[in-house]
């Protein structure tokens, strides 16, 4: 199986370390506590960069393309977007060319892909506005926002939180970081899924309810963003289940490919 890159995680890790005194107001006001073990960093490789990008939160939005909201049983009508998260550790990351082993989840009988274009802060703030949002996004990349449908429905219909449904190892894929110095903001351009080479979802990116502008706007009306925060933007109709042996291709227009294969 793909990991993170160990060097860039070990190299963030010592960077992380070195700095935790003056990150952390609480281990200055104890003194020199050090902490009695380490915790390896979450970082992302950035495509074209020595550099990586270390992940503070995974932001991810429900229901945002109609056609996927209708299938959830969504009213499609614009709505307030509706945010959720994944632990920064669930990432698994996908190198550029590579066919990540990706491992089928525990507890599941109905475990299901979403492909979703994922944007990078460098910058946050609270109260955003629409407007200059864009300016905090770093990079973009293509992701995954794996879920035990399963068990997500089923708390979902006991009104419980179905956190175990979205936030398990491995549940948030995704490939290096694209600049968006170099990329550009991708408001438009085809989203698609293809499990074994047949295509399942296949969509635009200007058919979300709440641009990536306005998902950072909202979201920032109800936590502060920080740098290092990273957005899953919602998926597309056509979300499905998939089973061991099955590879998932996916492609964002303007950005490479990624792609898994289920273990
Ligand atoms: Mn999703």
């Not at 996908?94 to 892909?113: M, R």
């Not at 219909?157 to 970081?177: M, Q, R």
Request: proline letters at 6%.
């Amino acid at each position: 199986m793909n990991t993170i890159d160990r060097r860039s995680v070990l190299a963030t890790g010592a960077l992380a370390l070195a700095g935790a005194a003056t990150h952390s107001g609480r281990a200055e006001a104890q003194g020199a506590a050090k902490p009695i073990f380490s915790v390896p960093a979450i970082t992302i490789p950035i495509a074209g960069e020595e550099g990586v990008f270390p992940v503070r939160r995974i932001y991810c939005i429900g229901r945002n393309y109609v056609a996927h909201a209708i299938e959830r049983g969504s009213d499609p009508t614009r709505e307030p977007p509706f945010f959720f998260q994944k632990p920064t550790d669930a990432i698994q990351y996908v190198a550029l060319g590579a066919v990540a082993d990706h491992p089928y989840p525990s507890l599941t009988k109905n475990y299901h892909h979403e492909v979703e274009l994922v944007a990078a802060l460098k910058s946050g703030g609270t109260n955003i506005s629409p407007e200059h949002a864009l300016d905090h996004v770093y990079g973009y990349t293509v992701g995954l926002d794996m879920t035990r449908r399963d068990l997500q429905n089923g708390m979902a219909a006991e009104k419980k939180p179905w956190e175990i449904g979205k936030s398990f190892d491995h549940a948030a894929v995704l490939g290096p970081i694209q600049p968006a110095a170099k990329t550009g903001h991708l408001a438009k351009g085809a989203i698609s899924l293809a499990v074994n080479g047949a295509v399942r979802q296949n969509s635009d990116l200007d058919k979300m309810i709440w641009s990536v502008a306005e998902q950072i706007a909202k979201l920032s009306e109800a936590f502060e963003l920080k740098t290092g925060d990273i957005i899953y933007s919602g998926t597309p109709e056509n979300v499905g289940p998939v089973v061991k042996g099955d590879v998932l291709l996916c492609k964002i227009e303007g950005l490479p490919d990624m792609s898994i294969r289920i273990t």
